[in-house]
């Protein structure tokens, strides 16, 4: 037991100190310029290649978009690094990132990451894969998404999803609809108001809220641009 107590600190020993090491790198890194921060992004650590992702993307650094779309891409990759990759190509806005980030819309541990930067770049290319995507799946994060998105393509989608057997679902449709603005909406926005009344409990910090409350100000707020 003693020998295993040993051999247990002195591996938290070990990681203590890899730590404090990349963490004193990472410090380094900060001070550097972007032509060095690309060149971590093949680093051996994971922390260096996420932080040099984030912070390339913090200074939308345009000239790093064809080694993070690598970086996104490389199957080899862990996900938390695709996910930076992903999070500062939304940050830099260079088109070229688009047809990269559409591609990881099908990857479960990136998906989230890459729609958020697809939201960023609005490009016109994105928004049919995006609502593909929405049909395969009712999302509430990719409704409010749509919903910003301002067209008209999405209403259709939207309005079907007011009948997702999940409230927080129905919710986020809901404001979509009314962000959207487009009366095609109003009935069945109206059918939520009347009925959709029971409070929402499968959200967190929705509970409590009702998809008739979202449905209510959703008409509002359409009537209001017509």
């Keep these: 037991m003693l020998l295993q107590n040993e051999k247990a600190a002195s ?4 990681r203590a100190l890899k730590w404090s090491l990349m963490q004193e790198e990472i410090e380094k890194l900060k001070t550097f310029d972007s032509g060095v921060l690309i060149n971590s992004l093949q680093h051996p650590d994971e922390g260096i290649r996420r932080f040099a992702a984030i912070e390339l993307g913090s200074r939308k650094e345009t000239g790093a978009v064809s080694a993070l779309v690598q970086l996104l891409q490389d199957n080899k990759t862990v996900g938390s690094v695709a996910q930076d990759a992903a999070w500062a190509l939304g940050e830099i806005g260079d088109a070229k990132a688009v047809e990269p980030l559409i591609a990881m819309l099908s990857e479960p541990f990136v998906s989230s990451r890459a729609v958020e930067a697809l939201a960023k ?5 994105a928004l049919a894969p995006l609502i593909r995507l929405f049909e395969e799946e009712y999302n509430p994060s990719l409704a409010t998404v749509l919903g910003h998105w301002g067209d008209a393509r999405a209403v259709e989608p939207l309005m079907k999803a007011m009948g997702c057997p999940h409230s927080h679902v129905r919710f986020y449709a ?7 603005g487009d009366d095609r909406a109003i009935p069945v926005l109206e059918w939520a108001r009347d009925n959709d ?14 998809v008739a409350s979202a449905a209510g100000a959703a008409i509002e707020k359409i009537r209001a641009t017509q």
């Design 121 to 125: 770049l609005h490009d016109e290319k």
């Design 174 to 180: 809901a404001r979509a609809l009314g962000n959207l």
């Design 11 to 14: 591996a938290l020993q070990s």
């Design 197 to 210: 009344t029971t409070p929402i409990t499968d959200t967190k910090s929705l509970h409590g809220k009702s």
